[in-house]
């Protein structure tokens, strides 16, 4: 082992406990059967695809093999990698109460179906780190008052003060649960079904390295490491961000690649830009971070047909270390979380983005201050929904408008990540919603194959259109070396209802400018802004909706964009 990760375990550990979990590591990485590297780190052709393991059923197959042949059918050859969400036994959250992290659920197929996957695509598993469910074996032992067990899992007192610690949720931190020892109050950091571990314990991040490196052995590149910024609690602290979580992510970092050269950790951090930030640390932590401020500031500007803040934020994006990239999407299995706009976006926007959401039939999710007080928290709604209309009501152009979200996604610095219930323009989920009572359900619709084919029968019906068209920009995307995930990025205000950013290649060999009208009405603008010299014609990529060349001018229709090859630059 590395003398890189025992001096990280010795900044969270004493020594003589680093002594012997250094032993236990080494002797598991003596037994892993490594993988060799690739030639590159990042490549245009990485997008990711996040899909649930039944997010596509059919009676006569697991439904991991039938994600497999959708993405066969419809996808081929257009993504580079699937984040799996949990698909291990579960007890609640859809999935996110894993009660056994080293079996495939029954209900979603086995590892052979894992392995498949993993032949025609790069797959990213989740390690849900934090917490697990009440009814783990582990969680047993500790009710039972039984090693090990019973020395897994967070507690405090129940008179202890918990109110500076941040909350991502609105529930009780310590929930109460009787024991062979007596009352024991466990912190539960997002539901009493999660139960928090207790990483003080050198024995639970040994159980979680081991499990990381069983990941990799069946057939995971990356990992997606699920709120990793609540994992250390130090009763007095915010119990977010602390030195000993980033030490830690540092340590599954450094042990993976010594298994798997070029394997990646995404980090998920649903926080303020500077927060998120920090998870890169010196180029020695998180390979990948989510972009989490693009979903709500690029709502906000469709919304309000205004791209100030949505601009001015993409301009402030700072380079990242060498090898280090952003994940950029708009919709996920989540919400459009509200924290990572805080300090962007004024109340009053974000009052209008919330608003909007209401009025097009989503929801919205409360967190608990330090305070008492309830702040908002996510918005819940299918982002195909979100894109109904804006602050003066719904309107005709949801397709335009959803389709214009997915190509500034698509085109920003880093890797994309396409939701799967995106690429079929998926509505609220109204009757999933009635059904659990929890507000994300409203964008987690599961499909059956014939569903699907239903929906995609029609080749001028909207979910064709959609799919057609993102499914185009993918082709044009991975030709283009300035689309690197760490190609070089800038943007500028040309007017309040454009969104234009230009791409530059690493080697300078290729520079494009991608243009995107925000609003419901026709811009003009002077092609000297673009960089564009001379009025001859533009070497045009990707174009969808009207975008007329008038010589010195261009002039974009309601919700057009364009990709323009800048042939002048050398």
Same mark, same amino acid.
């Given at each position: 082992?590395?003398?890189?990760?025992?001096?990280?375990?010795? @900044? /969270?550990?004493?020594?003589?406990?680093?002594?012997?979990?250094? =032993?236990?590591?080494?002797?598991?990485?003596?037994?892993?059967?490594?993988?060799?590297?690739?030639? $590159?780190?990042?490549?245009?052709?990485?997008?990711?695809?996040? $899909?649930?393991?039944?997010?596509?059923?059919?009676?006569?197959?697991?439904?991991?093999?039938?994600?497999?042949?959708?993405?066969?059918?419809?996808?081929?050859?257009?993504?580079?990698?699937? !984040?799996?969400?949990?698909?291990?036994?579960?007890?609640?959250?859809?999935?996110?109460?894993?009660?056994?992290?080293?079996?495939?659920?029954?209900?979603?197929?086995?590892?052979?179906?894992? !392995?498949?996957?993993?032949?025609?695509? *790069?797959?990213?598993?989740?390690? /849900?780190?934090?917490?697990?469910?009440?009814?783990?074996?582990?969680?047993?032992?500790?009710?039972?008052?039984? +090693?090990?067990?019973?020395?897994?899992?967070?507690?405090?007192?129940?008179?202890?003060?918990?109110?500076?610690?941040?909350?991502?949720?609105?529930?009780?931190?310590?929930?109460?649960?009787?024991?062979?020892?007596? #009352?024991? !109050?466990?912190?539960? #950091?997002?539901?009493?079904?999660?139960?928090?571990?207790? &990483?003080?314990?050198?024995?639970?991040?040994?159980?979680?390295?081991?499990?990381?490196?069983?990941?990799?052995?069946?057939? $995971?590149?990356?990992?997606?490491?699920? $709120?990793?910024?609540?994992?250390?609690?130090?009763?007095?602290?915010?119990?977010?961000?602390?030195?000993?979580?980033?030490?830690?992510?540092?340590?599954?970092?450094?042990?993976?690649?010594?298994?798997?050269?070029?394997?990646?950790?995404?980090?998920?951090?649903?926080?303020?830009?500077?927060?998120?930030?920090?998870?890169?640390?010196?180029?020695?932590?998180?390979?990948?971070?989510?972009?989490?401020?693009?979903?709500?500031?690029?709502? !906000?500007?469709?919304?309000?047909?205004?791209?100030?803040?949505?601009?001015?934020?993409?301009?402030?994006?700072?380079?990242?270390?060498?090898?280090?990239? &952003?994940?950029?999407?708009?919709?996920?299995?989540?919400?459009?979380?509200?924290?990572?706009?805080?300090?962007?976006?004024?109340?009053?926007?974000?009052?209008?983005?919330?608003?909007?959401?209401?009025?097009?039939?989503?929801?919205?999710?409360?967190?608990? %201050?330090?305070?008492?007080?309830?702040?908002?928290?996510?918005?819940?709604?299918?982002?195909?929904?979100?894109?109904?209309?804006?602050?003066?009501?719904?309107?005709?152009?949801?397709?335009?408008?959803?389709?214009?979200?997915?190509?500034?996604?698509?085109?920003?610095?880093?890797?994309?990540?396409?939701?799967?219930?995106?690429?079929?323009?998926? +509505?609220?989920?109204?009757?999933?919603?009635?059904?659990?009572?929890?507000?994300?359900?409203?964008?987690? @619709?599961?499909?059956?194959? #014939?569903?699907?084919?239903?929906?995609?029968?029609?080749?001028?019906?909207?979910?064709?259109?959609?799919?057609?068209?993102?499914?185009?920009?993918?082709?044009?995307?991975?030709?283009?070396? =300035?689309?690197?995930? *760490?190609?070089?990025?800038?943007?500028?205000?040309?007017?309040? %209802?454009?969104?234009?950013? %230009?791409?530059?290649?690493?080697?300078?060999?290729?520079?494009?400018?991608?243009?995107?009208?925000?609003?419901?009405?026709?811009?003009?603008?002077?092609?000297?802004?673009?960089?564009?010299?001379?009025?001859?014609?533009?070497?045009?990529?990707?174009?969808?909706?009207?975008?007329?060349?008038?010589?010195?001018?261009?002039?974009?229709?309601?919700?057009?964009?364009?990709?323009?090859?800048?042939?002048?630059?050398?």
């Amino acid at each position: 082992m590395s003398e890189r990760i025992r001096s990280l375990l010795e @900044t /969270v550990y004493d020594s003589a406990i680093v002594d012997e979990l250094s =032993a236990r590591i080494v002797a598991r990485l003596d037994g892993a059967a490594t993988k060799p590297a690739r030639d $590159a780190k990042w490549s245009p052709s990485d997008v990711l695809l996040i $899909a649930y393991p039944n997010a596509i059923q059919e009676d006569d197959e697991p439904p991991l093999r039938s994600l497999r042949r959708f993405l066969q059918d419809h996808m081929s050859g257009l993504i580079g990698q699937v !984040h799996l969400l949990p698909f291990f036994p579960y007890t609640s959250d859809d999935g996110f109460a894993v009660s056994d992290y080293r079996l495939v659920d029954d209900a979603h197929g086995d590892w052979s179906d894992i !392995h498949g996957l993993s032949e025609d695509v *790069e797959l990213v598993f989740d390690l /849900v780190i934090n917490h697990a469910s009440s009814a783990h074996d582990f969680f047993q032992q500790f009710l039972d008052d039984k +090693p090990p067990g019973n020395r897994f899992f967070k507690t405090a007192e129940a008179s202890v003060d918990v109110s500076n610690v941040t909350r991502p949720r609105a529930s009780p931190l310590l929930q109460p649960f009787d024991t062979a020892g007596g #009352t024991r !109050h466990v912190w539960c #950091t997002f539901s009493r079904d999660q139960v928090d571990w207790d &990483f003080s314990n050198p024995d639970v991040l040994y159980e979680f390295i081991d499990i990381m490196v069983s990941y990799i052995e069946n057939g $995971a590149s990356w990992m997606r490491i699920d $709120a990793i910024a609540y994992l250390w609690k130090e009763l007095g602290t915010s119990c977010v961000h602390l030195p000993q979580t980033h030490a830690i992510v540092k340590v599954l970092r450094a042990v993976a690649e010594q298994v798997a050269p070029d394997f990646k950790i995404l980090t998920e951090t649903n926080v303020p830009l500077e927060e998120n930030l920090s998870y890169f640390g010196d180029g020695d932590e998180a390979h990948i971070v989510y972009n989490f401020s693009l979903p709500p500031l690029l709502l !906000h500007a469709l919304m309000t047909q205004n791209t100030t803040a949505l601009t001015q934020w993409c301009g402030s994006l700072p380079v990242l270390p060498d090898g280090c990239t &952003f994940l950029n999407f708009v919709a996920s299995h989540d919400g459009v979380g509200l924290r990572p706009a805080e300090g962007i976006l004024t109340t009053t926007q974000l009052n209008e983005l919330v608003e909007c959401v209401a009025s097009f039939g989503g929801c919205l999710t409360h967190r608990t %201050r330090p305070d008492g007080s309830l702040s908002p928290y996510e918005a819940n709604i299918a982002f195909f929904d979100a894109c109904r209309g804006t602050v003066d009501g719904i309107d005709e152009w949801q397709v335009e408008r959803f389709l214009v979200s997915q190509g500034v996604m698509l085109s920003m610095a880093g890797v994309p990540a396409l939701y799967y219930n995106s690429l079929l323009s998926a +509505p609220n989920d109204l009757l999933g919603l009635e059904e659990t009572g929890r507000n994300r359900t409203i964008n987690r @619709t599961k499909w059956t194959r #014939t569903e699907i084919d239903e929906r995609l029968a029609d080749p001028a019906g909207q979910p064709a259109q959609v799919l057609r068209v993102i499914k185009e920009m993918l082709r044009v995307r991975q030709q283009q070396p =300035a689309f690197h995930p *760490e190609a070089l990025q800038s943007c500028w205000l040309a007017d309040p %209802r454009l969104f234009v950013i %230009r791409r530059t290649s690493r080697l300078g060999d290729q520079q494009l400018c991608c243009v995107y009208n925000l609003s419901a009405s026709s811009v003009l603008f002077s092609k000297s802004e673009l960089g564009v010299k001379g009025t001859g014609p533009l070497d045009v990529l990707f174009s969808h909706g009207e975008v007329v060349d008038k010589g010195t001018d261009l002039v974009c229709s309601p919700y057009a964009m364009v990709w323009i090859a800048l042939v002048a630059y050398q």
